[in-house]
Nanobody, 124 residues
Framework: QVQLVESGGGLVQTGASLTLSCTASGRSFSSYYMGWFRHAPGKGREFVATMFWNTGTTYYAGSVKGRFTISRDNTNNTVYLQMNSLKPEDTALYYC?????????????????WGQGTQVTVSS
């Protein structure tokens, strides 16, 4: 079955960097969008970034554009989220997700598969 497994979260200070990884298995994701969402306490699930696997086309939320970079490794079926200049407001549980349908890349309802999440905490 399809599995998305995240790793790389942790506790860092403001201004630090972290790289999250999401390893996908169970099917070919070449025609999928592979994305990252986050969920902070008291807030709804928020779109962070996504990439169309086949072409490498990327989309970012305005709050992370210029600081975060999504990328992929075809060999290992892994998607990365490089996070630089982290801020306390980036603190959240980060989820990897995949979708093959729909037109709204930032709409979590269109994503079919989800990982278990990895916690990122940024201290001030």
């Amino acid at each position: 079955q399809v599995q998305l497994v995240e790793s790389g979260g942790g506790l860092v200070q403001t201004g630090a960097s972290l790289t999250l990884s999401c390893t996908a298995s169970g099917r070919s994701f070449s025609s999928y969008y592979m994305g990252w969402f986050r969920h902070a306490p008291g807030k709804g699930r928020e779109f962070v970034a996504t990439m169309f696997w086949n072409t490498g086309t990327t989309y970012y939320a305005g709050s992370v554009k210029g600081r975060f970079t999504i990328s992929r490794d075809n060999t290992n079926n892994t998607v990365y989220l490089q996070m630089n200049s982290l801020k306390p407001e980036d603190t959240a549980l980060y989820y990897c997700a995949a979708k093959s349908r729909g037109i709204y890349v930032g709409d979590s309802r269109e994503y079919d598969y989800w990982g278990q999440g990895t916690q990122v905490t940024v201290s001030s």
